[in-house]
């Protein structure tokens, strides 16, 4: 299983409809608003990185209202 932290930007006024799109795709197990640098805090989860990278965040970047996303990836420290 991978993880990813997602931290988003999203255009005022659409940040409601934004965090209802997130939700709904699969992947997807929460979203935040959140106070800092950016709009929202969303974790999202695969089967592994690449599983994240080439499905899940494609679908995240077509929601309507989402200025930009950055990613940081979870990794367990042994």
């Not at 991978?2 to 988003?8: E, F, H, N, P, T």
């Not at 799109?21 to 990185?49: C, M, P, Q, R, W």
């Not at 929601?63 to 042994?78: L, Q, R």
């Amino acid at each position: 299983m991978a993880k990813a932290y997602l931290k988003i930007d999203i255009e005022t006024g659409k940040e409601n409809e934004a965090k209802t799109s997130l939700k709904k795709i699969t992947g997807v197990k929460s979203a935040d608003f959140v106070t800092g640098a950016h709009d929202l805090l969303a974790s999202v989860e695969g089967k592994n990185y690449e599983e994240i990278v080439t499905k899940i965040l494609p679908e995240v970047r077509k929601v309507k209202g989402i200025k930009k996303t950055t990613t940081d990836f979870a990794f367990e420290w042994a």
